[in-house]
Every structure is written in C-alpha cells, then in structure tokens.
C-alpha cells in the first residue's frame, strides 16, 4: 500500500492506531476547500504516501508551526527549491497543505478548520502524529534566522517611517477605528441610549457592536439628519425618538448604558435631569457623560449657542453620586484635538448600583 514507507509512519499505519482503509474508504477534505465551498476527495493511500517520505512529513510539521512561502522553505528544508516544489505539490494534492497568494508570493500553510465529521479523522490524526515528531535542531536553527529575517524587515521599515507612522495610519485606516475596536470589549447584547444624538455621529459605531441603540434627540432637522444616516448606513437595530432628557420617552430600566455626549451644557436645568438617565437605567447599567470643562471662550460659547459654560468635572461626580450613582469618576480626554478657542472636554461614568431600584419613578 505504502511503496517506501517511512519507517515512524509504517509502524504508526502498522500498529493498527491507523487502520483507516476500512474504516475510510475516502476522506472529504475540508477546511480550506470548504472554505471556499468546495470539498475535495482524497483516498487514504494518497495521504498515507504523501507523508512516506522523510522530507514530506518534516515539510508539513514546519508548516504546522508556522506559514511559509516557497523560497522560505527552500532555505528551512536546504533542498533545491525544484525540489521543495514538488514536494509541496504531493502534500497539496494529499489535502494536507493549502496555499495562498500574498501579492506575488504564494504561502503554504495547513487548513486550519477542519469540519469535525468522521472523514476528516484521519487527517486530523495524520496531522496530530506530524505534530508531534521532532524536527532536527538544524532545521529549527534555520527556521529561527528566517523569522529573524521576517522581524528585521519589519523593524528596518519601521525605522524608516519613524514619526510619519501617524499620517501614513490615518491616511490608510482614518483616525477613528480604535474607537469601534475598543467597543469590542464589551458585552454585544446590551441596550445603549444615546440622549441628545444630534446627527447621529455615535450612531454607527454603537450600531455595529450593541443588539439595540436608542437614540433621543430634541431637535428635528437633527432627527432628519440621523434617519438619513441609519438609512445610507444600513442600520437597523437604531430606534430615533423626538423628546428631551429631561423627559425621556424611554421606558425604566430598559438600557444598559445611558451616554450624553455634549449635551448637557444645552440643558436648561442640568442637575435635575441626570435623574432621567438613572431612571431609564437598568440596575448595574452604566452612565456616560462628555461635557466641557468650565471655560471663558467666548467666540465658542455663542458661535455653539450653549447655555453653560462648561462644568467642573468635580461638580458633575458629586451630582451624579447625589443621584444613587456609584463608582463615579472623571477624567479629562487628552487626546482631543482642540479647536483654537474650543475648550477642553472631561468624560464622567457612574454604575446604577445592582441592588437597589431607587430613583426609578414613572
Ligand atoms: C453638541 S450636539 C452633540 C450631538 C452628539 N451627541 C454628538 O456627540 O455629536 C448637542 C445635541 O444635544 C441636543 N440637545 C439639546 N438640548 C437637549 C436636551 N434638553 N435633551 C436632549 N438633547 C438635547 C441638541 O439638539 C444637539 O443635537
């Protein structure tokens, strides 16, 4: 069945661990096939004879630790690259390897999920017997130098671009992906109102990471301009509703977190309306205000037509504490890009307390 068998593989086969002739008669090989829809049967001889050479089974543990292009493994292996080639060639037809192109590279790899039916055992087994062979310390030395290879082109490059890593980030990705990356923290399956939602700036970001966003907001051209976006951005799990923070028309407890994001200083009486937030928060909810800091601007002042001028970040945590919220803390956002005469901003957040449900009118 084996014509050269290697002698590790011909006493696994042997032993019986591996009598697979019976009890697959044809292996569907998945993973990376399937991935693109396709399966691909493989007889278990192929598999058996792929792995009948010493090189071949070495090639496939290599390629279990790690992604390699041809001319990588030309230098792992120390095997003339026609060689390497047709080794490969063997491995991929036997289902045990796949390929990619990167740009003009071609990187082989093994499958990495495999469907976990009956036929695909045996190469999952085949590929848990490569796994644990021991390669030769020469051939891990030389893995090394061609990571090491990887690393240095990496650091040569980011040597090169220094401090304009900054502009060429933005320039490629915008400035504001970490914030959607950082939202992935935390639990999908809450509700979130945005009060005060304006032009629905939050809404996306919120949109694609929580089951349900509630959005309130007072003015109706801005109701306008938010409908437009959840329609061009597709968001469905957004509900908009006209009304005002100090009433909210949101039912009690029904959000995990409450943000007011600049709006407060538009408020016309600010510290009794903090109550609403606590009201439609569920126990253990969260709430999240973005406020200016106390300022004399002006220009800014009446250029955004505010009624406050800003809030002592000090003032606000004891409001809030004042209101049943607990864990209140501020701080200041550094990473603003201030305006010329626009004033600093400071975060505040506090946690409805999980055991007590007062404050909770209507
Ligand atoms: C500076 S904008 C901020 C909009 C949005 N939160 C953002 O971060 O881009 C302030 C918004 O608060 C709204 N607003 C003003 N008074 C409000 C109130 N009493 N209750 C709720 N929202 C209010 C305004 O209509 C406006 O859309």
Request: negative net charge; aromatic residues 14%.
């Given at each position: 069945m084996i014509s050269t068998p290697d002698p590790v593989l011909a006493a696994f086969f042997f032993s019986?661990?591996?009598?697979?002739?019976t009890e697959y008669p044809s292996i569907r090989i998945y993973g990376f096939y399937g991935f693109f829809g396709l399966t691909m049967d493989v007889q278990p001889e192929t598999m058996f004879k792929a792995l009948a050479d010493s090189t071949r089974w070495r090639t496939l543990g290599v390629l279990q630790r790690h992604e390699l292009s041809v001319s990588e493994l030309v230098d792992v292996l120390d095997q003339p690259q026609s060689t390497v080639s047709r080794h490969l060639r063997v491995l991929r037809e036997a289902g045990l390897i796949r390929d990619r192109r990167m740009g003009s590279t071609r990187m082989y790899s093994v499958p990495?999920?495999?469907?976990?039916?009956?036929?695909?055992n045996l190469r999952s087994r085949l590929m848990a017997w490569s796994g644990e062979q021991t390669l030769p310390n020469a051939l891990h030395h030389r893995i090394d130098v061609v990571m090491e290879r990887r690393r240095d082109m990496s650091r040569r490059f980011f040597d090169r671009v220094g401090t304009e890593w900054d502009t060429l980030r933005e320039e490629s990705f915008g400035g504001r992906f970490h914030l959607e990356a950082l939202v992935a923290l935390l639990p999908r399956d809450w509700t979130v109102a945005d009060i005060?939602?304006?032009?629905?700036?939050l809404l996306p970001t919120l949109a694609g990471h929580f089951r349900n966003v509630l959005a309130v907001e007072p003015s109706e051209r801005m109701l306008e301009t938010a409908r437009n976006r959840l329609t061009y951005e597709r968001l469905d799990n957004v509900s908009l509703h006209s009304g005002d923070l100090t009433h909210l028309p949101l039912d009690n407890l029904s959000a995990d977190v409450a943000i007011a994001m600049l709006v407060l200083h538009h408020v016309p009486a600010p510290r009794a309306a903090l109550g609403e937030l606590y009201r439609i928060l569920k126990p253990g909810g969260s709430v999240l205000l973005v406020e200016q800091a106390v300022h004399d601007h002006e220009a800014f002042h009446h250029r955004m037509q505010?009624?406050?001028?800003?809030?002592?970040a000090e003032e606000l945590v004891l409001w809030l504490g004042e209101e049943g919220f607990a864990d209140v803390a501020a701080h200041r956002l550094s990473s603003v890009e201030q305006g010329d005469d626009a004033p600093a901003l400071f975060v505040v957040t506090g946690r409805k307390a999980v055991d007590t449900f007062a404050g909770v009118g209507g």
């Open positions: 019986g661990r591996l009598d697979m002739t990495t999920s495999v469907d976990g039916q009956n036929e695909s005060g939602t304006g032009t629905g700036y505010d009624r406050w001028w800003g809030f002592d």
